[in-house]
């Protein structure tokens, strides 16, 4: 077994109206960045697997996504594993 | 009629549910809590108001997962009345148990307030005491009441009479000022497509009585009453 760390992006779907995004938005303009056209405000979840490979470690933040971490009724979300330095397991 | 009013760490709104069941429409209720796997004998199901697991993740996301759920479900599935309120709207959801799913206030405020609500729909066992049309007055608190759910789903609702409660002004109109959280066409309240599961942002546990400033809550819970009493459920909870 080795460790991996999933780092999970869940954001609102681009159909639905963000308004935390839009509320930082009009901060950000109001501060001078007028080069900014769209700000969208998501959350990010970060999780550590004791799995036997990439491709396992990947599925099963995939699975927690589809499960719990995200609702694909109003949220997208998008997955990154990568191995990390062994983190002994939680006995 | 034997309610079962379930709590989840977070709960709120549970003892003033089990309030109103028991010592004003006089109803034999109990309480639930969400580590029981067995839900007894009991024909309602009120999941209530509150932050359960402090709204942590989505609203309703982790307690949807509690033992309890899946009893809820099973007990939806075959037909048993289930009310969710606010926090309890929002587990349905997430439970899949309703379609759609609310997100934050379109004007990422907490609203507290009364508003008026339009009764769509007068043949379900929770609205059998309104008047079609009728405009009730019930308090709301969220902060992620905007009821979203694909257009073909709004669509789908719409035809098949499933929203139930509409915000709308005192005259019964479906104003955007009425609208106080920014639902998917002013929707309050939807039913299941089988008539037994209503979810609702209001809270008409906390108007069913004068005292309170309304008593237009005490509709649903009148209508509870004369669905029990056509089906001989007990409407009376025994004498201490």
Redesign the interface.
Known sequence: MHSYKARITVT?RPS??D??GK?AHRALTNLGFSTVQEVRVGKVVEMVLHEPSLEAARAAAEAACQK??A?P??EDYAVTVRRVPEIAAAS | MNVGVIVFPGSNCDHDAYHVVRHVAGFPARFIWHKETALGDVDLVIVPGGFSYGDYLRAGAVARFSPIMSRVTAFARNGGLVLGICNGFQVLCEAGLLPGALLRNADLRFVCRWVHLRAERTDTPFTGAMKPGQVIRVPVAHGEGNYFASDATLDRLERDGRTVFRYCDEAGAPTRRANPNGSSRNIAGIINREGNVLGMMPHPERCAESVLGGVDGMLVFRSLMAWAAARHLPAQHAAA
């Open positions: 609102l639905i109206l308004p935390q509320a719990l971490l609702n009724v109003m």
